[in-house]
């Protein structure tokens, strides 16, 4: 199994709907497992929202890219954003103060089995089960 997509989207989440849900249906064409298919659509909306907001702070102007990659090994999902980018600590975010800040990233982390931040890229990795 191979399958490679690459797309820049707008910092408009609204406009940029349609073009998630063609990318979630030709997943679930290539996973054909409802769990790696939600996974997937939840990594891929919680860094498209976190580069959309955070990054690009909704500049319309500016764009996201995402690239995901699926070989028989692995599903590996990155998006990067136009913004200055940051330092990632998994450690700083707590869930008792209740607040959103971080839980996006948070919740990826959970999801991954590989979770880089470079800058203003993030690249989660999930590895396949055989």
Known sequence: MCYKISKSLSSDLMKIKHDLEMIINNLKEV??????VFDARLIIDELICNGVIHGNKSDETKKVKLNIEIS????????????EGFVYNKEDYDPMKLTCNGRGLK????LSDE???Q?????????LKK
């Open 72 to 83: 028989d090994s692995l599903i590996k999902i990155e998006v990067m954003d136009q913004g």
């Open 115 to 117: 979770f880089i931040i």
């Open 107 to 110: 919740i990826v982390d959970g």
């Open 119 to 127: 800058n203003n890229k993030a690249i989660s990795i999930k590895y």
């Open 31 to 36: 996973l054909r497992d409802e769990t790696l």
